[in-house]
């Protein structure tokens, strides 16, 4: 059974940064790709960034350039830098799916907060 935590969500002033963290345990884990997806109040969840268990990383265009997707065996970080409001909302990892096919992905965390303010 996949377990994945989320951790790093906070307050931040619009350009600043945040670091999450998604800590998983399972064999999908280290052996498939692992997501980031974000949901604002009232909309879909859409994708932010996924990197597959070689390292290879995807970017929705959103965050092209501004957020950094990384791992190790335990953890998959998603490093936000120049923060916009508009990046508000709970953010969730997922295993176990395809770049940003939010259908594919078979396991959720369950989320973390990040709240960016003008």
């Known amino acids: 059974q996949e377990q994945l935590v989320e951790s790093g969500g906070g307050l931040v002033q619009a350009g600043g940064s945040l670091n999450l963290s998604c800590t998983g345990s399972?064999?999908?884990?280290?052996?498939?790709?692992v997501g980031w997806f974000r949901q604002a109040p009232g909309g879909e969840r859409e994708f932010v960034a996924s990197?597959?268990?070689?390292?290879w990383p995807h970017y929705a265009d959103s965050a092209e350039g501004r957020f950094t997707i990384d791992r190790n065996k335990t953890t998959v970080y998603l490093q936000m830098n120049k923060l916009k409001p508009e990046d508000t909302g709970n953010y969730y990892c997922?295993?176990?799916?395809?770049?940003?096919?939010?259908?594919?992905?078979?396991?959720w965390g369950q989320g973390t907060q990040v709240t960016v303010s003008s």
């Open positions: 399972g064999y999908k884990f280290t052996s498939t790709q």
């Open positions: 990197i597959t268990w070689t390292g």
């Open positions: 997922a295993v176990g799916g395809w770049r940003s096919d939010r259908e594919s992905y078979e396991y």
